[in-house]
């Protein structure tokens, strides 16, 4: 359907760049203009709030599973086979406490929020960190498509429906010693004793519960009922791995309606096709540097 895309790239330094200081001043009139903002929010939000993988702070939080098994960063280190549950529940609490109940480094959640607080606004995510909730998001505008770190489900699974994880985690990344925690906190389904799971949309296991079918649905009235109005379509973060969630469908929705406008603000990413340029506003910046001045 579209053609080639066609990007702005930010080649001065951030201040000088005449262009982005425009584009932000473009961005904040559409936004307080708008009937409606959709926030489409992809993992370049929460890395620019802080969130990072790799580096010092994944240095900082596992010293001694870098020291044993040599991983580079928290992502690829969840998906090694450990030899024991206790042992990969160990990495697994630490990584969730740090990664959904402790909050982002940066008040970027807190700035969008302020920034769309007063709107009609909804929010479709692949984040999986509960950033916007603890920001103060309106929980029944949002819609986590991928999962939430803060829930569990049977690993089979055997049934639809996931559990909070908070009280067991915060626990397990307590009491656990010598990289592993203490056996009875290893969590089995309490229907077929299968051990649990990450509520991670990782393959076809993956439990869509009735949380996420309302939020789906939610998600689904909020953009019928807002299609043919004065609408933003403002992407944040969100790259190529899953362009069909939230890239794509933005496209499609702002070409079909001549009173939408698409922003993108990515650092080194952002872009738009051809068929919707005059309807877009692209900012290849830091995402947290343009919501403090929007």
């Known amino acids: ?131 916007f909730q603890k920001a103060g998001f309106d929980k029944h505008r949002l819609f986590y498509t991928q999962g939430d770190y803060g829930l569990w489900q049977c690993s089979k699974p055997c049934h639809n429906k996931t559990y909070d994880n908070e009280p067991i985690i915060k626990k397990m990344a307590a009491d656990q010693e010598n990289m592993r925690i203490p056996s009875e906190l290893v969590p089995y389904c309490p229907v077929c004793g299968a051990p649990m799971s990450m509520n991670l949309r990782a393959d076809n296991t993956f439990v869509e519960d009735n949380g996420w079918h309302m939020a789906a649905g939610r998600y689904q009235s909020f953009v019928s009922c807002h299609r043919d109005l004065n609408i933003v379509y403002l992407e944040l973060g969100v790259g190529g791995n899953t362009p069909g969630i939230i890239k794509y469908p933005f496209w499609k929705m702002t070409a079909e309606n001549p009173g939408a406008v698409y922003v993108c603000i990515n650092d080194g990413e952002a872009g738009c096709p051809k068929e919707i340029e005059k309807q877009s506003i692209c900012i290849n910046a830091d995402i947290g540097e343009v919501l403090k001045q929007l």
């Open 1 to 131: 359907m579209f053609s080639k895309i066609a990007t702005t790239k930010s080649t001065d330094s951030y201040w000088d760049n005449t262009l982005v200081r425009c584009s932000i001043e473009k961005v904040k009139k559409k936004i307080e203009n708008a009937d409606a903002v959709v926030i489409g929010a992809g993992a370049g939000l929460s890395a620019s709030a802080g969130f990072t993988y790799s580096g010092k702070r994944f240095e900082e939080y596992f010293p001694d599973f870098i020291a044993k098994y040599h991983f580079k960063d928290m992502y690829s280190a969840g998906f090694y086979p450990y030899k024991t549950l206790e042992e990969y529940w160990a990495y697994w609490s630490r990584y969730i406490f740090i990664n959904r109940y402790k909050s982002a480094p940066k008040s970027v959640y807190n700035d969008l929020y302020n920034l769309v607080q007063d709107k009609d606004y909804f929010v479709l995510t692949t984040n999986v960190d509960h950033c």
